[in-house]
């Protein structure tokens, strides 16, 4: 369909490609005109005469029924289904095996594609996967207007224009709904040949003047919004649009005499091509950010001046993928929500969403077919779901959660100064999580009494080289400055696995979960732990210091570890240097090994803290972040339960105070068994530390306690429901 030839000899060639390669005796196109009839436009095995003379009607025989439900329909005896209609001037008669598969654009079916054969067969399910994506081909080159003109499918009247749910990943959690505004990136260059090179590099060298100086602009603007990582983001993202290499190709393309737009077309296409089979998650998010680059100096060569961009009052932004910059141009008091199709939560764009709290959610493959400018969607951040062109019902249901979550939101604002303490007078403290400098707002907007867990690695996730000591010691400054008096526990490096710098060269690792991560990381290259820990040190000189070590799997790991603690303490005492008024060194319990060598580790630790989101992984040998198995165990069965309950005894027998700062600490009931096991220091996601207080202010632990004790012995896979019974029974706000 790329070729030179007039674009209906190109549309017969490829029916005949498809009807050979699918060895289908028939295989036909049909395109929606105007007036809403399903026009036959070509054919492989049909009648030659009844192309451009069949017309069916909407919804008249398969064909229509397909443009109707926008639904493929794959049938083993066509002509016994009720929708089957016999046009005898295409000579379909003896044709049994019907796959018909609809041309999408925007949710709507612009037209159908259709095989056939004479004996009566089933499609197996890989040739229904080929036809749809053939369909969407198509469809792209029929919306181009080659074969339909542009006014005339506009005009289309499509019936089915129906709800659609796709199911993507939570990048920024929140609930929001409103129109459609599609991110258009810029349109590939058409004059590849430069008239004049040495002008093509002026332009060149003029547009990216250009682009540095807007990158700046939105750096300036971004100092109110942004703080700590989240404006690091653009920083780095600053850092791109000078990297020399970078620059050096585009110029080398422009001097070998193509214009400016296709130099950086190709450079954009040399990006993919080194980029884009990479494993490392982390270097392919940076290859978005050059995609982001190269599609905003494109638009400065075709004279768009780049600003902030006008929106609709409630816009959902739509993007294949997108960088930070762009999501900044738009105006945060109009922007409800973005939707991508790529990314990661770990993408520059999904990081900014965070810190800006816009409902983000990601992953969802064949959005931009799906939807046109304008249409109403749902973004729902907490399920990682989002809707398209909703049914009245299901906005309503939207419209009740939101507004439900601006109640509970208005209860949790009074409770933030209220003391978290049970029914029965036993005291609960509630902290929060926290990695980016954003999240530090919610210290005073939550009422958590400090930070129970700070993830350094983010600051290092996001910088295209090491960290240095003082922009590292500058970050804990920040943080111990915002949080004042309230605690504030550090968590070293947790890097590796899913978690890669790209600075830091590593082997392949088969099974990396389960490979050089966290703390073995730190004692493999213990230059970059100590680093760490002397920012640490430094930035807490006079003050109380709380570091912990991730993914303690043994206890000579933790000794190795505190052993560094010691060598940077003499190191700036011989330096003279200020050190933390108090220490404290703890551990994080989440490799199932320390469940029967508690009694030797906590002997050496100031405090612990329970990691149950790693600790549980392992523990069932299910990684929480496939959804093919993470729903296979419950956090709320008894080997969890009573492995949590065996740290909170030992802990208690050595006196090692312990922390809960997994994502159960952040879900009542969840929460609520952990106070029956006797814990009573918490740390939860931001969201989750209203409602778990809430929690704690409706219960009774005596009699809850003795509830768990009776269920606890139970043999089933998992007691949620007996949990929440009991939660009931003694009227505990879930």
């Known amino acids: 369909m790329a070729g030179a030839a007039p674009a209906q000899e190109r549309l017969d060639t490829v029916v005949r490609i498809i009807a050979q390669s699918m060895v289908a005796e028939v295989c036909s196109i049909y395109l929606r005109r105007g007036s809403g009839e399903l026009e036959l436009f070509a054919t492989q095995g049909l009648k030659p005469e009844a192309v451009h003379a069949t017309r069916l009607r909407p919804g008249e025989g398969l064909v229509g029924e397909v443009a109707r439900t926008a639904e493929p329909i794959s049938l083993s005896d066509a002509p ?53 994506t053939i369909a969407m081909v198509l469809a792209e080159t029929v919306a181009s207007g080659e074969l339909l003109a542009q006014d005339e499918l506009r005009d289309i009247e499509v019936a089915p224009h129906r709800p659609e749910r796709l199911k993507g990943q939570r990048f920024a959690e929140g609930l929001a709904y409103g129109h459609v505004v599609l ?106 950010d050059f995609e982001d680059l190269a599609n905003r100096l494109l638009r400065l060569l075709a004279g768009d001046r780049p600003g902030e961009r006008d929106l609709p009052d409630d816009a959902i932004l739509v993007a294949r993928n997108l960088g930070p910059a762009d999501l900044l141009e738009y105006p945060r008091n109009k922007l409800r929500g973005l939707l991508l199709e790529e990314g990661s939560a770990a993408s520059h764009a999904a990081i900014v969403a965070r810190a800006l709290q816009i409902p983000c959610v990601g992953r969802l493959m064949g959005l931009r077919d799906r939807l046109s400018e304008g249409d109403l969607v749902i973004v729902d951040g907490e399920t990682g779901e989002t809707y398209l062109r909703p049914r009245p019902d299901m906005l309503a249901a939207v419209q009740s959660r939101m507004l439900v979550r601006s109640e509970r939101q208005a209860e949790f604002t009074k409770l933030r100064n209220v003391p978290a303490v049970t029914l029965d007078g036993t005291r609960i403290t509630v902290l929060t999580n926290a990695g980016l400098a954003v999240d530090l707002e919610n210290l ?58 790209p600075y830091l060269v590593t082997e392949r690792e088969e099974n990396p979960a389960l490979g050089r991560r966290a703390i073995r990381l730190g004692l493999d290259r213990p230059g970059l732990l100590r680093l760490q820990l002397r920012a640490l040190l430094t930035a807490a000189a006079g003050r109380e210091l709380r570091v912990m070590f991730p993914m303690i799997a043994t206890v000579d790991e933790f000794r190795a570890a505190r052993e560094l603690v010691d060598v940077e303490c003499a190191w700036a005492r011989r330096r003279g240097r200020a050190l933390p008024a108090l220490l404290r060194v703890g551990a994080m319990i989440e490799c199932p090994s320390l469940l029967w060598h508690l009694d030797a580790l906590l ?132």
């Open 80 to 132: 016994s289904h009720p929708s089957f209609a016999y046009r005898p001037e295409t000579g379909e008669d003896p044709y049994h095996a019907f796959l018909g598969a609809p041309l999408l654009r925007g949710g709507r079916a612009i037209g159908v594609l259709v095989v056939q054969n004479r004996s009566e067969r089933r499609y197996d399910e890989e040739e229904v996967e080929d036809i749809q």
């Open 444 to 501: 005073d907007a939550t009422g958590a009494e400090g930070i129970g867990l700070f993830r350094t690695e983010f600051q290092f996730m996001v910088s295209e080289e090491l960290p240095r000591l003082d922009s590292q010691a500058a970050l804990y400054k920040l943080v111990l400055d915002t949080a004042g008096d309230r605690p504030v526990t550090f968590r070293t490096l947790d890097i590796g696995g899913d978690k890669v710098l």
């Open 183 to 288: 991110h258009e990136a810029p349109v590939p260059p058409e004059n590849l040949l430069a008239e004049d090179p040495q002008a093509e590099e002026i332009r060149l060298r003029e547009a990216l003047i250009g682009l540095k100086a807007n990158i700046d602009s939105l750096l300036e603007g971004g100092q109110g919004k942004l703080a700590g990582t989240s404006f690091e983001v653009l920083e780095t993202y600053r850092m791109f649009a000078d990297d020399r290499g970078w620059n050096r190709s585009l110029e080398e393309a422009v001097r070998t005499g193509l214009t400016a737009e296709a130099a950086v077309d190709r450079v954009r296409n040399e990006h993919r091509a080194r980029f884009a089979n990479a494993r490392d998650p982390y270097i392919r998010e940076r290859l978005h």
């Open 603 to 734: 002997p050496l630790t100031d405090f612990v803290s329970i990691g149950t989101n790693d600790l549980l992984q392992y523990m069932f040998a299910a990684d929480r972040t496939n959804p093919l198995v993470s729903d296979r165990y419950d956090p709320l069965s008894p080997p969890a339960l009573r492995a949590l309950a065996e740290i909170q005894k030992k802990c208690a027998d050595t006196g090692t105070p312990v922390s809960v700062c997994g994502e159960l600490a952040g879900r009542p009931l969840e929460a609520f068994a952990l106070l029956t096991l006797g814990y009573t220091r918490l740390s939860a996601p931001a969201g989750g530390v209203g409602p778990v207080k809430r929690m704690i202010l409706s219960a009774d632990l005596p009699a809850a306690r003795r509830g768990m004790a009776n269920l606890l012995g139970s043999s089933s896979g998992s007691i949620r429901g007996e949990l929440e019974s009991l939660a009931r029974k003694l009227n505990i706000t879930i």
